[in-house]
């Protein structure tokens, strides 16, 4: 199975203050099709997880351009440039290039100073 | 809006059995691939299992064969997630979850959850 290790574990930020999430997979996240299955997923506390950005850089409608994905083969980052209150929280990514079984990274918390 | 409403979480002893239900609304759920994620308590997601759109395809994740039967209803909406031969280690909430299918191959949205917890 494939494996995501993400850094850093956790990350007190300043509102304001940019943020960026690494996530890098055991093997290359491209599929035979040429596509790049790794999502980004937010969790605040309490709540389910939501759906950010799919294939490595495709934000959801709704999701703030504050964030964005970026990366390729087996490395990925989730940035975001100025972190505000609510985007406190757990962030996962996801690949789903090798199913079963989809995996997921072990979540980075990040806290507001 | 796609909604997801999960039920049938409990307390239950080690070797019980256990059905989660997942009511979904908000979209035409007979066109769409579902899943089973769970979260232990204070732990990171994982995928549990696994059903193509028409019920005809299903996989599963290691911790769960033999034991789990990911099931759908497509006249009612509904997808299940029969578990037998429960494990103290089984306790989380479990997220019924949309995906992932064909296109963006991930798991686009999920339910609030049901808390099942094995406990003797």
């Known amino acids: 199975d494939i494996v995501l290790t993400q850094t850093p574990l956790s990350s007190p930020v300043t509102p304001g203050q940019p943020a960026s999430i690494s996530c890098r997979s055991s093997?290359?996240?491209?599929?035979?099709?040429?596509?790049?299955?790794l999502s980004w997923l937010h969790q605040r506390p309490g709540q389910p997880p939501r759906l950010l950005i799919y294939?490595?850089?495709n934000r959801v409608s709704g999701v703030p351009d504050r964030f964005s994905g970026s990366g390729a083969g087996t490395d990925f980052t989730l940035q975001i440039t100025r972190v505000e209150p609510e985007d406190v929280g757990l962030y996962y990514c996801?690949?789903?290039?090798?199913?079963?079984?989809?995996?997921f990274g072990q979540g980075t918390k990040l806290e507001i100073k | 809006e796609v909604q997801l409403l999960e039920s049938g979480g409990n307390l239950v002893q080690p070797g019980e059995s256990l059905r989660l239900s997942c009511a979904a609304s908000?979209?035409?759920?007979?066109?769409?691939?579902m899943s089973w994620v769970r979260q232990a308590p204070g732990k990171g997601l994982e995928w549990v299992s696994y059903?193509?759109?028409?019920?005809?395809?299903?996989k599963y994740a290691d911790l769960a064969k033999g034991r789990f039967t990911i099931s759908r209803d497509n006249s009612k909406n509904t997808l299940y997630l029969e578990m037998n031969s429960l494990r103290a280690e089984d306790t989380a909430v479990y997220y019924c979850?949309?995906?992932?299918?064909?296109?963006?191959?991930?798991?686009?949205?999920w339910g609030q959850g049901t808390l099942v917890t094995v406990s003797s």
């Open positions: 979850a949309k995906g992932p299918g064909s296109g963006r191959k991930t798991i686009n949205a």
């Open positions: 908000g979209f035409i759920f007979s066109d769409y691939a």
């Open positions: 059903i193509g759109p028409d019920g005809d395809n299903t």
């Open positions: 093997q290359s996240l491209v599929h035979s099709d040429g596509n790049t299955y």
């Open positions: 294939k490595v850089s």
């Open positions: 996801m690949q789903a290039t090798q199913f079963p079984p989809c995996t």
